[in-house]
């Protein structure tokens, strides 16, 4: 069984997060999604938040695909979570040049740490290469309209998040 394994924060899951989801299940037997706890970032949403809506936009996606999504909080290095979930496959979302220089640095020690983990890059569809959570949150924060960057429910989640 391929085993993939995508991270990021997801404060809050997006439209592009989604979309790379959806497509990342092609390429594996089963997705787990780790939620990261960073503290050099300040979130907006407690880990616990993020993995329920994670989970929630999950299960839209394996009701429609019947793939299989696990959603896995961690907080460790992430060589050390692909170990935890038995990951062969980490995917990784692109957006812009600036996320591959980053992305580059973080293969390339990722590889000195376990060679045997291939790291797979996957550009977000085009309608979808600008989003990135913290302009969102920013745009919700400020009174904008959030509805076609996130779905429903995270839109719900925004709006009782800073009432």
């Known amino acids: 069984m391929r085993i993939g394994l995508y991270p990021g924060t997801f404060d809050p899951i997006t439209l592009g997060h989604v979309d790379i989801i959806q497509r990342a299940m092609a390429l594996v037997d089963r997705l787990v ?12 949403f407690t880990i616990d938040e993020r993995v329920a809506m994670v989970e929630a936009e999950c299960a839209t996606i394996v009701t429609k695909t019947s793939g299989k999504i696990v959603v896995y909080p961690f907080e460790n290095l992430l060589i050390d979570c692909a170990h935890d979930v038995g990951a062969s496959v980490i995917v990784r979302g692109l957006r ?36 990135a959570s913290k302009l969102v949150k920013e745009i919700a924060r400020l009174g904008g309209d959030v509805s076609k960057f996130v779905t429903p429910p995270v839109v719900e989640a925004l709006k009782k998040k800073l009432s």
């Open 33 to 44: 999604i780790g939620v990261a706890t960073n503290r050099d970032k300040s979130p907006m």
């Open 96 to 131: 812009a040049v600036a996320d591959f220089e980053y992305e580059f640095q973080m293969v390339g020690m990722n590889r000195a740490l376990d060679a045997r983990i291939e790291t797979v890059f996957m550009m977000a569809d085009a309608r979808r290469q600008a989003i």
